[in-house]
């Protein structure tokens, strides 16, 4: 970004607005700050700098930031480190402005080796060409210390620079020229790790199917927020999550559980006893919803579902897409439920 | 480059792309940002592979990713920059910015306030030959003579008669070339 500070540009802003000035610095996670400028482009919603006139500071927020233009730019000095009229005398020029800039230029040097790593001269560029850069190089060291310690590597690959994630895939965005709105979030973003959010993407309808094979359960996401461990309050730690999403359920299944009017599934594992009081196992088995057996037994391992209306029986079971819930108000104890099956209902005591 | 599984863009790679506000790009990428999410395109043809050679001034764009509408992958190239090539001048940038600074002042100056574009025009054809400035609406030229709107040869007052007649003189010529350029030039 040093490279442009300085130089004519032109920064079009997501509704469509050009403004023309002076780069005078950028933090993109910010903003980019012009100087001197002026639109010259109009956009679908206008904004408040009317068109043509000047603005001595304006700062275009990075919400806002579409793109920047710099014209006739060349990458790399004209000239090159070696030659004797160009650097020396640019080198001369910066050592007799640096009494002047020296504040500025402690801040800035600094910037340059650990903000911007396209750049890495303050450390390596000027190294064995003559006096006048070991001079440089002597003065920087001094004014920061720190930068040789830091050292943004030129023999490596620069890191911002070597990879680049696949910006177009499979995805499309619609075209928006119309609206100042940028394409949903995640599209292209890259969204950086966050303490409290898990691995897995975030999703607000998480289907998992309930299998033998599941994750173990404290680590699967709720309602689109990302959480590793959710606890409902109040209740013993082997109730398992609530699972916001659909369930698979056996088609075939005798109609068990069909509807419900209730707002929440809950799902509890039979803690230590089951039916018959053998030990329940804590992974989910693929038969959850599986119908109900006839026999007592086929309840191990089969949650009974919590529901509070009665089961609808002789009918198809549906998917049920439960609406959303709360966590901690939904999981109860339970003391007894009404597990129907088709031979009638049993009693269950957790 | 390194591609982990599909196709993946790296530094060097020439590619053309559409924004959702409509720019058709196409460039070598630069380099990419991924906490900001910015792709950095050097539009125009590769650059030439030899470190030696004299740069060439291209247009360079920052682009935010997320505005990217269709992309792709033209050809493969290697990394435009040459690192050991690449320096910073403080002292130099910051004397760019001032100079390029007074430059935009004194160019902000030159604009007319609340004046008509032939007026605008007139102001810029006069400030070639005679030091010309604005004072409100009205254009001084040599700070002593007073050219009012509508801008004609009779609207020229003030100064010495022999710089009056020169003012419009150059006034009335310059609005005959504005004419014979076009009806769309004043």
Known sequence: MLCIVGLPVEVQVKDGSVYSGIFHSANFSHGVVLKKAKKIGEGKHGGNVPLGSFQDTLVILSQDFVQLLVKDFALTPEGDMNSTNVKEGTLTKSIANSNQVENKSIVSKEKVCMSDVKVPSCNNAPSTNGNGQSKVVAKESKLNPSARAFSPSIAKPRPVTTMVPPIVNTYNAPNIKSVGTPPPNGAYNIVPPHPFVSDKPLLYNNIYPVNGGVTPAYSQPILGCQATNVYPVGVASQYRPVQIAPTYMNPNAPSVMAARTGPTMCMHPIPQVGVQGAPIPQAWPRTMFNPYPHNVPRFQGVPPVCMTPPPMTNVSPPIIIPGPMPIAPTLRPVQSIMVPTGAGTYPMKL | ?186
Request: proline residues 4%; aromatic residues 4%; glycine residues 8%.
């Open chain 2, 1 to 186: 480059m390194a591609a982990a599984g599909g196709e993946e863009l790296a530094v060097g790679c020439i590619v053309a792309l559409r924004t959702t506000l409509g720019d058709d790009v196409q460039g070598q990428i630069i380099a990419f940002d991924r906490l900001s999410n910015l792709l950095v395109i050097q539009e125009g043809a590769a650059a030439n592979a030899n470190a030696n050679a004299v740069p060439t001034r291209r247009n360079l764009r920052l682009i935010k990713a997320n505005y990217i509408n269709h992309f792709s992958l033209l050809a493969k190239g290697d990394d435009p920059l040459h690192l050991h090539n690449c320096f910073i001048d403080l002292g130099l940038i910051h004397a760019r910015e001032n100079a390029a600074l007074r430059q935009a002042h004194l160019d902000a100056e030159r604009i007319g306030v609340g004046v008509t574009a032939e007026a605008q025009s007139i102001f810029d054809a006069l400030s070639k030959t005679l030091p010309v400035r604005w004072e409100n609406t009205d254009i001084l030229v040599m700070n002593d003579i007073r050219v009012c709107s509508p801008y004609l040869p009779d609207n020229v007052s003030g100064g010495a008669p022999a710089a009056n007649e020169r003012v419009k003189k150059v006034l009335d010529s310059e609005r005959k070339r504005l004419q014979a350029r076009g009806p769309g030039q004043l």
